[in-house]
């Protein structure tokens, strides 16, 4: 590991959501932790960034057309209302079983089949996995009947469970070797957000390193209703 490192992927949500916001807004803006807060319940809660990006543009519009259009924006919650409404629309076409491109039950077996593909795990890891394809192939069948809420906490469990086996495998030295490598990432950002809101990011971004070091996405609807490609 050497050079400077590249921009953290799992930043890149924040900066993207700040970026848009402030440009749309017209003026530059420095966010407050409140505002860096509600980013995170953003993306804790899985909202893709293309969501979220079209609540903040609608509620922006709508300011540009009101009576108070003269007055800034101060705050990115004056675009919650609008976020929450495009967050709806989002999660009635997933429960329709289908946004965008994004099949419930086929995202599942297709998480189940990057599992099976999986190279460099573990002992440990490796009998984790076996049991997560079961359980997703399951799962999948349901399909349709799945609430999205229900989903994103039972996937985030999955993924906790591969984590801390790959995690047991890897042994110290390789997961020092990792978060050295997410702490140096997340430098350009210590300065400019709440330390919990850093602490959620430093955990995101051990958490894809270790998978991608495997060959694995994050188990997560959120990655895919994002856009990221899958591992080959």
């Known amino acids: 590991m050497s050079g400077l490192p590249g921009p953290d992927p799992e930043a890149a ?5 700040e970026e848009y916001f402030v440009s749309r807004r017209g003026e530059p803006l420095i966010l407050s932790n409140a505002d860096w807060h509600l980013v995170r319940k953003w993306r804790t809660a899985g909202l893709p960034l293309r969501v979220v990006l079209r609540g903040i543009g609608d509620a ?3 300011h540009a057309q009101g009576w108070s259009r003269e007055r800034k924006v101060r705050s990115l919650a004056y675009c919650t209302r609008e976020v929450e409404a495009a967050r709806e629309r989002w999660e009635r076409a997933l429960g329709r079983g289908r946004d965008e491109g994004l099949d419930l039950s086929a995202a599942l077996e297709g998480l189940a089949d ?4 999986a190279k460099g795990m573990g002992p440990r890891a490796s009998k984790t996995a076996a049991a ?10 349901g399909g349709r009947g799945s609430r999205l809420e229900e989903l994103t906490g039972w996937l985030a469990g999955l993924e906790d469970r591969l984590v801390e086996a790959i995690r047991d495998d890897a042994g110290k030295t390789e997961v ?6 997410v702490e140096q990432s997340l430098e350009p950002y210590r300065r400019r957000m709440p330390p919990r809101v850093l602490e959620q990011l430093r955990q995101e971004s051990v958490t894809r ?4 070091a495997r060959q694995l996405p994050r188990l997560s609807l959120f990655h895919l209703a994002s856009g990221e490609e899958r591992t080959e």
């Open 13 to 17: 949500y924040y900066q993207a959501v």
């Open 114 to 117: 990057d599992l099976e593909r």
């Open 60 to 62: 922006l519009d709508a």
């Open 209 to 212: 390193r270790l998978l991608e």
């Open 132 to 141: 997560l394809v079961a359980e997703l192939r399951a799962r999948a069948e």
């Open 176 to 181: 020092a070797a990792v978060e050295a490598e």
